[in-house]
């Protein structure tokens, strides 16, 4: 097996590591660097239970190679809330309305509304609604979740696109 030295700043905390060259990220974050909040479900890039944030993109840790991620700035759903707990906007927009049911997809759907609401951006709900279509629901609490998205977006609460 090849062997690679790896530094990544994991949620503002630099992490050097040698991993194999196979290893994926998810397995990288979850096992090695200990951020359980990362839910590997399907390993293939389709449930998108193991989305992160990768130098400000939504990626899935299940496709991506830890060696891939060398010199990147990572973080997980355990670098969104605030030091002193004020949870992340995408946090308390589920909260909020309800979009927590087991937790399983919880962690990727609150990093991609994470992505595309940082910054101060205000995407439309249907660009949020789009990007969490990639997403899937064991519990089927996908009511709750697109309720969240709008009210990222800055919808009118109750208002459901055509």
Do not use: W
Not at 36 to 46: A, K, N, Q, Y
Not at 140 to 146: A, K, P, V
């Amino acid at each position: 097996m090849s062997e690679h030295r790896i530094e990544v700043t994991i949620n503002g905390q630099a992490h050097r590591a040698t991993v194999e060259g196979r290893l994926v990220l998810g397995d990288f974050l979850r096992i090695d660097a200990g951020y359980t909040g990362v839910h590997l479900g399907c390993e293939h890039g389709v449930c998108g239970a193991c989305t992160v944030i990768v130098d400000g993109c939504a990626v899935r840790a299940c496709l991506m190679l830890a060696v891939q991620a060398d010199g990147c700035e990572i973080t997980t759903v355990e670098g969104l809330a605030a030091p002193d707990g004020t949870l992340h906007p995408a946090q308390q927009a589920l909260r909020d309305e309800h979009g927590l049911q087991c937790g399983f997809c919880t962690p990727g759907v609150v990093m991609t509304l994470a992505a595309l609401t940082g910054d101060d951006k205000r995407p439309s709900a249907d660009t949020l609604l789009a990007a969490l279509s990639g997403h899937i629901c064991r519990c089927t609490g996908y009511q709750g979740i697109r309720r969240a998205a709008r009210r990222l977006a800055g919808a009118p609460a109750g208002e459901e696109p055509a």
